[in-house]
């Protein structure tokens, strides 16, 4: 019973912000921290006896909803929690609604739900919610930027999400069942035209929720015009979600070719987007598709060391452009403006910790020794055959470099005469910290994981 803890733990509390809407903000942390408990019990438990599988009512598994924490749920609830503070303590000293906080707790519940769910349907019901509680968060305050930009993501999602079910729909009638374990015994040998088409529809509606360029072209806008702590949110772990899926798909269907091209297609056209970008925030959501095609070629290679890799790269991701979205907020309040230039004319008056997180995040993003990135790719160019698909991969990397190179004056330390600058408050600094500590020492925590 312990998976479903998790997730009805936001559920429970989201019912008591609307209870006591004075105390949201308190209620909310409380159920960050609450998570980040279970997650270390959860974590012990699967170190002792590894995956932990619970079945919701004692039905078997071909007919019940299986919830299952293995690493896959451990790596990605954990960057859940930790992106969970980093926004609380961000928004601390910032005046919200308590229905922000309830939509909060709403987006927690269904990526818990998602990361834990083992069949089909369930990943449907979770994504739908997910779905729900970003477009209203990313509408949040309701200018008309920002709803236009939430309702591009809700059409877009919606189409998604059709194609998803109907897909789910083919392999029901096929197989009498959407649990994935039970799915892949099924399948095994199989090459039938009905495997191929519901795998397709399967793949093209998780790839509208993951980040793969030309699927999501809703997320450019909905990064860039969402509040800056619900950007990271969206950039950090709710993209991933749909990464989440196809780490479960690609353990059942054979999708390995399709990853693969998937995955440069998408690393190589938002490095083209990038370039062409001046406005900070658009920049750190195109570069969302780079970091994506990382994860797809290494989930696409499908061999343990490369998986791995693409396991750590998507939660790495996860905490530097986090970092980064928080820090591009504060910096354009600081600065009155959203482009490249207008950071680097005007970056006196950024505060030393905001320069900081920006350095961090940009030689993270860049590929800097020892910081997430580097620790990732180093893990899948290790795994990856010599060939052209290493061409490709460097040339990414390359277009990386020329992008965020571009970024890196706005982090460089500020003159003994530049005392004017924008103070950040005390919640931004907790928020920076719990961001940048995991970043610097994310090398050591590969280690000790056993990378």
């Known amino acids: 019973m312990a998976p479903l803890l998790l997730p009805l733990t936001s559920f429970l509390i989201a019912a008591l ?24 019990m959860l974590a012990a438990r699967f170190f002792d006896y590894g995956p932990i599988s619970y079945t919701i009512g004692g039905w078997p598994a071909k007919m019940g909803i299986e919830l299952y924490f293995d690493e896959i749920g451990l790596y990605f609830s954990a960057l859940a929690v930790v992106l969970g503070l980093a926004v609380i303590a961000y928004l601390w000293n910032r005046r919200m609604k ?17 990361i834990f769910s083992r069949d089909l349907f369930n990943i449907f019901v979770a994504m739908e919610f997910l779905t729900l509680a970003s477009f209203l968060l990313v509408g949040y305050p309701r200018r008309p930027y920002q709803v236009w930009a939430s309702l591009k993501y809700l059409i877009l999602s919606v189409v998604g999400m059709g194609l998803y079910l109907l897909g789910v729909t083919v392999f029901y009638y096929h197989t009498g069942t959407l649990n994935l374990g039970i799915i892949a015994e099924l399948i095994v040998g199989e090459h039938t035209v009905w495997l191929t088409l519901s795998s397709a529809l399967i793949v093209t509606g998780i790839a509208v929720k993951s980040g793969i360029f030309c699927f999501s072209m809703w ?101 530097f452009k986090g970092l980064l979205f928080l820090a591009a907020g504060t910096a354009i309040t600081s600065v009155k403006g959203r482009t490249v230039s207008a950071l680097l004319a005007r970056r006196t008056l950024l505060s030393p910790i905001t320069r900081l997180s920006l350095l961090v995040g940009i030689l ?38 020329i ?37 610097i020492f994310f090398l050591p925590l590969a280690w000790l994981a056993g990378v």
Do not use: C
Request: net charge positive.
């Open 219 to 319: 997320l450019p806008d909905a990064h860039a015009y969402a509040l800056p702590a619900v950007s990271a949110l969206l950039s950090g772990i709710v993209v991933k979600m749909g990464v989440v899926v196809l780490f479960r798909l690609s353990e059942v269907f054979p999708l390995s070719f399709l990853l693969i091209v998937l995955g440069i297609a998408t690393g190589l056209l938002g490095i083209l987007w990038a370039l062409a970008e001046q406005e900070i925030k658009k920049i750190l959501a195109f570069s969302t598709f780079t970091q994506i095609g990382y994860i797809l070629i290494g989930l696409g290679l499908n061999t343990s060391g490369t998986i791995n890799a693409a396991l750590w790269y998507a939660v790495g991701h996860g905490l």
């Open 17 to 40: 912000v609307l209870l006591w809407p004075r105390r949201a903000r308190l209620i909310t942390l409380v159920a960050v921290l609450s998570s980040g408990v279970l997650v270390v």
């Open 403 to 439: 992008v965020y190179a571009r970024l890196l004056p706005v982090g460089y330390s500020r003159s003994k005469e530049d005392n004017e600058y924008h103070p950040e408050t005390g919640g931004e600094r907790l928020a920076a910290m719990i961001l940048v500590l995991p970043i």
């Open 98 to 114: 308590s229905h922000f906080y309830l939509l909060l707790n709403l987006l927690f519940g269904s990526i818990y739900t998602l």
């Open 364 to 401: 993270a993003l860049s590929g800097f020794p020892i910081l997430p990135a580097f620790v990732g790719r180093t893990l899948l160019d290790g795994g990856m055959p010599p060939g052209w698909l290493k061409f490709f991969l460097g040339l990414i990397s390359l277009g990386g470099v």
